[in-house]
């Protein structure tokens, strides 16, 4: 079974810029939860998707959205970048929830200049 | 409000030892209690976890204890191994704000060979 794709990989941008980081969860999820990952706050949960609403959201500021498609998959845009945006971004699946296990793609690596 | 410490920051310990990590919680509704390892480069990968109505866990070398009463949750590591070492991340779910996990911020394990 295939596990949590996420792509592009690495990216780096410049301030101001925008960004689209794109996740394929495990066949049969339909939950995708996003987290940001820095060295200063450690993860911290940006949005949850099922069934293409979005059932929860972290403290982010409006520059952060995220949709899901029909067959599950999701994006995540990130609107006038911003140096502190440089970070670890994790999507994760579950079948249902939060409660159901969560698997971690690998992460896009952002960093902007 | 929402959170989760976890102790040590690091751990150190030569190869054989035990190694121990503690979480606590704030939210006594909080009822699903995952573990994560993640290596250099990889995305968090789960370990084990643990529900509310469930005192400990095993799975071989790993052991996780629930103590709902005090809120609060432990790794335990036996007979540590070098490919042990990694970082450990602790996480509780936010039954008033579902759907998301709420994460520790991380040990980093060392295992002396």
């Known amino acids: 079974k295939a596990g949590v794709t996420q792509t592009p990989r690495y990216l780096i941008k410049t301030r101001g810029q925008q960004v689209t980081l794109s996740c394929s969860p495990i066949?049969?999820?339909?939950?995708v939860s996003w987290y940001q990952q820095t060295p200063g706050q450690g993860l911290q949960f940006l949005f949850e998707?099922?069934?293409?609403?979005?059932?929860n959201k972290g403290n982010f500021p409006g520059r952060f959205s995220g949709r899901q498609f029909s067959n599950s998959r999701s994006e995540m845009n990130v609107s006038t970048l911003e140096l502190g945006d440089s970070a670890l971004y994790l999507c994760?699946?579950?079948?249902?929830?939060?409660?159901?296990?969560?698997?971690f793609g690998p992460g896009t690596r952002l960093t902007v200049l | 409000g929402e959170n989760v410490e976890q102790h040590p920051s690091t751990l150190s310990v030569q190869e054989g030892d035990s190694a121990v990590i503690k979480c606590t919680y704030s939210?006594?509704?909080?009822?699903?209690f995952p573990w994560y390892k993640q290596e250099l480069g990889k995305g968090p990968q789960l370990i084990i976890d643990i529900r509310s109505n469930v005192g400990e866990k095993k799975d071989q070398r790993i052991a996780v204890t629930l103590n709902k009463t005090a809120k609060h949750f432990s790794l335990h590591i036996t007979e540590t191994q070098p490919e042990d070492s990694a970082v450990y991340f602790c996480a509780a779910t936010w039954m008033d704000s579902s759907y998301k996990l709420i994460f520790g911020s991380g040990t980093r394990l060392l295992v002396r060979p």
């Open positions: 998707y099922f069934s293409e609403t979005q059932r």
């Open positions: 066949s049969g999820h339909r939950s």
């Open positions: 994760a699946s579950s079948f249902a929830s939060s409660t159901d296990t969560q698997y």
């Open positions: 939210d006594s509704a909080s009822n699903y």
